[in-house]
Structure formats: structure tokens, C-alpha cells
């Protein structure tokens, strides 16, 4: 054993030395790691800390409870079975003539236009509904629940926190005690908000809703899925079992890992300028987005396909050669049995990477302002995330819980998708 002598160590105090020395910088590599992971997780907290904080009001809505009297002539109406008297029938005058009742202090004009504001302007719809399911409430006083108008909403949400001081600009003395006389009789509360998840898109953000961008996100999903799944699978196929190893395969195989990395705008640009300016398909419509999303999802699923392909053990093909079977049936009855976990997996999140997409949709014009709910994929539609970014972009405060609301629907969405990717790999995945 050497021992040191003077001032020279031994080999051995320099291995302990060095090992000392990477032990140290090992401690450190995990503490980054540690760190890094704990700042990530720190950042989540806080972005849903915020969304949530902002939208899990939206989810609740305003409701102020008058008692009308449906008259025909006011209304009219004249026959309570002709649909076009019903539709055309002045709702909303009954409805301010209930609230003139409970509050006859309202004389002037403009005291008038304050409690006719205390409802929605589309309130009169539901009275429409209820007379229309049941024409024999014609002539009768029935109590019903209105929606309240978004500066009402607004104003009671943030009633009790500091909040309402930056908001009671918007309110007067007058509309102020109305809401606090309502509030007394029970006659004004929060209820859960229905329109939300069935309504379309509104100028108004207590009628607006969330159903005709989520019916647009899944037309174009379908249209997505239908596509692009069987054909990614059939290219892969191809690709791994069939294609010669040529200089045209290679150049396929290249343009393929590029086409992964090329933004999403690009996608856009390109259905822009095939579908709607050589085919001629209409703009903002699910099955041009979907065209335009299949592009985009393409290689991502031939990718993780191949992969998944290539994962599957030789031996397994080799036996069923050697057993007499055709190379089809190897493919079909074992190969792709093996890898489909794997497909599916780079599928599913392909297709999540398809559905918060914004910017391929925006440039073939689903950023359209679009009330009706779509029936199919040929009718004018949006999509959750547009959605999103045309309520961002609106001044209206009752937006900002709205927007944040669609954020968390479109997030359960995608944590739900890849969630299901993680449980398929998990339940279809088998071991050699």
C-alpha cells in the first residue's frame, strides 16, 4: 500500500478524493433535477391557480325571478298555436312591465332604462320557450326566472370583495338598491349556468356559450380522426415493411421528420391556398379544418406508427413466415396487433395536438362570428380554442371569467385524451 509522502497523496486518497468530488456533483445533477421539476410544477400551480380563480365563476350566472302576466294582447298574440305570432310576440315589454310593478319608485326615463336594464336583453326568450312548450299559460300570471344582465352578474359576483370597488362605476345609487331589495326578497340568487355549455357565441356575455365551438371541435376532430389515422397507418405500413431502400424513400422519409417540425400556420397557409382558393370549399367550415388538421397530424402519427412497428420483435415475424403465412397476414393478424399501443398512443396525441390548435384554423377563416350551433361538417362553425381567442380579445369584463371557463373545458378535454393515450399504451401493451 503506498502511503503519502510530504505533500503528495497516495492513489488511494486520490480516489477518494475524486470519488468524493463526483459524489458532489452527482448530489448537485439531482438537486437540478429536483429543482427543475419543482419549477415546473410551481408554474402549473400558478396557471391553473389563475384560470380556475377566473372561471370557475362562469360557471354560475345571475337569475332574477319576476312574476308576469302573459297577455295576448300585449303580446299580440291572437291564435297561441301560430308559431310565427309566437316568435314575433313582444317578450321583453312584459318583462319591463313586471318590473315597473315591483318597482313603481322607477318614473323618469332614465330610472326607466336602469331597472330595464337589470335583465338580459335575450331574457324575453325564455318566456318565448315556456309559452311555446305550453300555450295554455296565454293570459296567465306565471313567476319565471330571467337571466340578469352581465353588469349585474358582475357586480354580485364581486359584491362581498374588494373587487366590487373597481366595478361600482358601472352601477348608480338607484340600480344598486334594486339588487339589494331583489337580493333581500330571494328574488335575485345565483343558479348554475346552463347557457353556457348550450348557447352559441353572443355579443352579449350572459347569453353567450360554449356549444357551438364544441360542436365545430368535434366535427373537425372527426373529419381529423376518419382521415388521418387510416391513412397514417397504411404510409407507415409502407414505409417499414414494403418500401425498397432507395433514394425516393429516403427523400419521403426526410420530408416526413420535417413535416413534424413545420408550424402550425404553415398548415394553414397551405389549406388556404388548395382547398378554399383551387377546390373551392367554403371557409370556416369543419371538413376544410379538418383537410387542414389531417395535413398537420400526419406526420406525427406515421412517425410514432413506424415506431411502434419497429418495436415489434423479428422472431415474431420470422415464426409466422416459417409457419407458411403470407407477408399480408403477418402484418395484419401480428404485426400490427402488436404495435397498434403504440399507434394509438402517438394518435391520441396527435389528435389532442389537433384539437387545441388555433392558428392553421385561423387563416381558413373559422375565426367567424358564429351564433348557431353546427349540425355537420358543412356548416359555418368555430372551434374551442378561436373561441377562446375572439372572447381574449373582447372588452367586455364578463369575458374574462367566460374565457378562462373555456380554457378549463378545453384543458379537461386534453388532459382527458392523454390520459386515455397513457391507460391504452398501459392496457394494450404487451411484454417480450
Keep these: 500500500m503506498q502511503k503519502s509522502t510530504g505533500n503528495k497523496l497516495s492513489t488511494i486518497d486520490l480516489v477518494n478524493k475524486n470519488l468524493k468530488k463526483r459524489y458532489r456533483a452527482e448530489k448537485r445533477f439531482r438537486a437540478y433535477g429536483i429543482g427543475a421539476i419543482l419549477f415546473g410544477l410551481a408554474c402549473l400551480v400558478v ?42 310576440a313582444d317578450y321583453q315589454g312584459v318583462i319591463k312591465s313586471a318590473l315597473r310593478k315591483k318597482f313603481p319608485d322607477a318614473q323618469g326615463r332614465r330610472d326607466k332604462r336602469d331597472l330595464y336594464s337589470l335583465v338580459s336583453n335575450g331574457a324575453g326568450y325564455t318566456l318565448r320557450s315556456m309559452l311555446e312548450d305550453d300555450p295554455g299559460l296565454l293570459d296567465t300570471n306565471i313567476g319565471v326566472w330571467v337571466l340578469a344582465d352581465d353588469d349585474i352578474d358582475t357586480y354580485l359576483k364581486s359584491r362581498n370583495s374588494e373587487d366590487v370597488k373597481a366595478f361600482i362605476e358601472r352601477m348608480n345609487p338607484k340600480k344598486i338598491a334594486w339588487v339589494e331589495s331583489l337580493l333581500a326578497d330571494e328574488h335575485m340568487e345565483l343558479q348554475f349556468n346552463r347557457t353556457f355549455f348550450t348557447n352559441g357565441d353572443s355579443r352579449e356575455p350572459e347569453q353567450a356559450g360554449i356549444a357551438g365551438a364544441m360542436a365545430g371541435s368535434l ?16 404510409a407507415a405500413v409502407y414505409l417499414e415493411e414494403y418500401a425498397p431502400t432507395n433514394r425516393f424513400t429516403d427523400f419521403i422519409e426526410v420530408n416526413i421528420n420535417n413535416l ?8 394553414g397557409l397551405l389549406g388556404l391556398a388548395v382547398f ?5 370549399m367554403h371557409r370556416s367550415i369543419p371538413l376544410v379544418g379538418g383537410l387542414v388538421l389531417t395535413l398537420m397530424t400526419l406526420p406525427t402519427i406515421i412517425i410514432s406508427s413506424r415506431a411502434a412497428i419497429k418495436s415489434v420483435p423479428p422472431s ?7 409457419l407458411g403465412a403470407s407477408k399480408m397476414q403477418v402484418i395484419i393478424h401480428h ?31 373559422m375565426v367567424a362570428f358564429i351564433v348557431d350551433i353546427p349540425g355537420g361538417t358543412s356548416d359555418p362553425a368555430t372551434v374551442l380554442p378561436v373561441q377562446i381567442f375572439l372572447w381574449s380579445d373582447n372588452p367586455e369584463r364578463a369575458f374574462v371569467e367566460r374565457t378562462s371557463a373555456a380554457i378549463m373545458v378545453l384543458l379537461a378535454f386534453l388532459i382527458t385524451m392523454n390520459t386515455l393515450a397513457i391507460w391504452l399504451r398501459k392496457r394494450l401493451e404487451r411484454r417480450w
Design 47 to 88: 396557471l391553473f391557480t389563475d384560470i380556475i380563480g377566473k372561471g370557475h365563476t362562469a360557471f354560475l350566472q345571475t337569475y332574477i325571478y319576476v312574476e308576469v302576466n302573459l297577455d295576448a294582447q300585449q303580446l299580440d298574440i291572437t291564435d297561441s298555436t301560430d308559431p310565427r305570432q309566437l316568435a314575433m
Design 219 to 234: 366535427f373537425t376532430l372527426l373529419v381529423t380522426i376518419a382521415l388521418s389515422f387510416p391513412i397514417g397507418i397504411a
Design 260 to 267: 413534424a417540425a413545420v408550424p402550425s400556420i404553415i398548415f
Design 276 to 280: 378554399i382558393g383551387f377546390f373551392g
Design 316 to 322: 415474431i415475424k420470422d415464426a409466422a413466415l416459417g
Design 335 to 365: 404485426v400490427l396487433p402488436l404495435a397498434m399501443p403504440g399507434m394509438l398512443t402517438g394518435a391520441i396525441i396527435g389528435f389532442a395536438q389537433a384539437l387545441g390548435e388555433t392558428a392553421p384554423l385561423l387563416m381558413i377563416g
